[in-house]
T-cell receptor, first 114, second 113 residues
């Protein structure tokens, strides 16, 4: 089946640890995105990538890092510098970033700091 | 920076009734898209309306866009319990691209059987 796979679904992080959320897509999309969603709120863009080996900061990039070594993969690392990382993280992709492209979402990953 | 704001924040109706939710935005846009999110899941795209369009239909969904008022509405007719979800608008600012789209905080719709 074509789609976006995020793993793990639930992740617990101890304070001071870095954790990495995986995102893989088999839609052959050029663009990929990471969003953060806090309870009862909308989505905020962390990073996006228009093409392999390129990525750009979104509105809340501090404390996060990404890589885009392969077209299919866009992992997100939540570093210890992110002071309030507990949230729902959504990975997404689109065919490109030109105007009107629909953004397709994965099922999300819950990250909790313990 | 978020641009779209949905209204109301929460809406509760009986099955069979129509549900209307609104989205207002501040600056000119290329297009506006509506998405649906079931609790704890990813978002699913519903419909896109471009800035030169005024109304679009898809099944039981009707979307309108008033660029002079910088607002859009999503109407779900003959609602079903399965329509229970949060609904978000995403606005693509004028002269930018899909990567610059911003999402509102959503309207949570509850349809009672």
């Amino acid at each position: 089946d074509g789609g976006i796979t995020q793993s793990p679904k639930y992740l617990f992080r101890k304070e001071g640890q870095n954790v990495t959320l995986s995102c893989e897509q088999n839609l052959n999309h050029d663009a990929m995105y990471w969003y953060r969603q806090d309870p009862g709120q909308g989505l905020r863009l962390i990073y996006y990538s228009q093409i392999v080996n390129d990525f750009q900061k979104g509105d809340i990039a501090e404390g996060y890092s990404v890589s885009r070594e392969k077209k299919e993969s866009f992992p997100l690392t939540v570093t210890s510098a992110q002071k309030n990382p507990t949230a729902f993280y959504l990975c997404a992709s689109s065919p490109g970033t030109s105007s009107g492209n629909t953004i397709y979402f994965g099922e999300g990953s819950w990250l909790t700091v313990v | 920076s978020q641009q779209g704001e949905e209204d109301p924040q929460a809406l509760s109706i009986q099955e069979g009734e129509n549900a209307t939710m609104n989205c207002s935005y501040k600056t000119s846009i290329n297009n506006l898209q509506w998405y649906r999110q079931n609790s704890g899941r990813g978002l699913v795209h519903l419909i896109l309306i471009r800035s030169n369009e005024r109304e679009k239909h898809s099944g039981r969904l009707r979307v309108t866009l008033d660029t002079s008022k910088k607002s859009s509405s999503l109407l779900i007719t003959a609602s079903r319990a399965a329509d229970t979800a949060s609904y978000f608008c995403a606005t693509e600012p004028y002269n930018t691209n899909a990567g610059k789209s911003t999402f509102g905080d959503g309207t949570t719709l509850t349809v009672k059987p």
